[in-house]
């Protein structure tokens, strides 16, 4: 029997600033082939992950804000978002990329990856997974 | 108990890396297996066989040979990690063109597959890193 | 299902400690390495905060770590523990998994 994990990657951090926000998102790209229960946290300087409008046309570093856009094509679907880490940096869900997925147990429907939860809600979250990656 | 173990962090920088060392000899003296130690970001640093340091300093990168060779251990440094920081086995040398390889005895470069299998496999996945 | 978090980030530099505090349920462990043992000591402006959670939660600190750093157990705030390695290896296996918070 296959094992089947509940695996969250817990994100953390900002991007550019380091690197860990992009080589983690690269671990979940790899890790999408494993077919485990997969979500992702944005919690504290992690909701900066997947703000809106980035462009690093002027830093010379790569943009992999598309790959986030990306994740539904990979299965990644379930995408929890803090909302009290959005509300300390002045943040709301439109100022975050909308992130949705084909449901192709609902006729290929458009639904919404993220989900904002609130920090109980996350630590509960948290501690329903088996494995929790952080970076 | 299977325990796996990942570095983000490279040598003498940060404590990470003698975090993972002394957490991982005192696993294996508990009787744990170790199933994976996996070397991630900067934590690739951990596997390069040029480092020199003080004579009166630890020696990191010697010390986890020579963990993984008294205890058959699985170092594994990521190839996507690896290759942004110049850290090269023979392979990898050979295939883009570099002037040496630097992998220390011990250590292999592997893919980010291998992190998230020593994930599903072992019992317990702890991270040390910044 | 239980949890064992680690938190290696002084309180005074980083917001680990009271993320880790704010996202770690009743009965948690929580083990503070590294520069995390710095919030383990008394009289700091985040004392209040640990105090509540021993209440709740397991507090552990790394003695190695606080030793290295000139502290001693008498600093510690009542209802935290000690471990060496070996404790912290307990620690990981006693739980289910473990949330490191970097």
Redesign the interface.
């Known amino acids: 029997m296959a094992t089947i994990k509940k695996f969250m990657y817990v994100n953390r951090k900002a991007p550019y600033g380091t690197v860990y926000a992009l080589e983690s998102l690269e671990v979940v790209l790899i890790g999408a082939a494993f077919d485990q229960d997969v979500s992702l946290a944005f919690v504290d300087d992690g909701v900066y992950q997947i703000m809106k409008g980035q462009d690093t046309s002027g830093i010379e570093v790569k943009n992999f804000s598309p790959i986030y856009s990306a994740l539904g094509d990979y299965e990644v679907t379930k995408l929890y978002v803090e909302k009290e880490s959005m509300e300390e940096r002045g943040l709301t869900l439109d100022d975050l990329m909308p992130l949705v997925y084909e449901d192709e147990d609902d006729d290929w429907a458009e639904k919404d990856s993220i989900t904002v939860v609130s920090r109980a809600e996350m630590a509960e979250l948290l501690e329903q997974q088996d494995v929790l990656f952080n970076f | 108990m299977k325990l796996a173990i990942q570095i983000n962090e490279g040598p003498y920088q940060h404590e990470a890396s003698d975090s993972a060392y002394l957490f991982t000899k005192a696993a294996l003296q508990a009787g744990h297996e170790i199933s994976r130690v996996f070397f991630y970001h900067d934590g690739v640093n951990n596997g390069t066989n040029l480092t020199t340091p003080p004579q009166d300093d630890r020696n990191i990168v010697k010390r986890w040979s020579e963990l993984a060779t008294e205890n058959e251990l699985d170092l594994v440094i990521c190839v996507a990690a690896a290759q942004r920081r110049g850290i090269v086995d023979q392979g990898e040398m050979e295939r883009n063109g570099k002037s040496a390889q630097n992998v220390a005895d011990g250590f292999r470069i592997s893919g980010l597959g291998q992190l998230v299998e020593a994930a599903i496999e072992a019992d317990r996945l702890v991270v040390f890193g910044d | 299902?239980s949890?064992l978090h680690?938190v290696?980030k002084s309180p005074f530099e980083k917001?680990s400690m009271s993320?880790c505090l704010?996202?770690?349920?009743a009965d948690s462990a929580i083990l503070m390495?590294?520069?995390g043992v710095y919030g383990a000591i008394k009289n700091t402006s985040i004392a209040g905060d640990i105090d509540s959670a021993v209440k709740e939660k397991s507090i552990y600190v790394l003695g190695?770590?606080l030793k290295a750093r000139g502290l001693n157990e008498d600093q510690l705030i009542d209802g935290i523990s000690v471990v060496?390695?070996?404790g912290?290896?307990?620690l990981?296996?006693a739980n289910?998994?473990?949330?490191?918070?970097?």
Not at chain 3, 22 to 25: I, K, N
Not at chain 3, 96 to 102: A, E, H, R, Y
């Open positions: 299902m949890t680690t290696n917001n993320s704010s996202h770690s349920v390495i590294e520069d190695p770590d060496d390695y070996a912290f290896v307990e990981v296996c289910d998994k473990v949330q490191n918070w970097l």
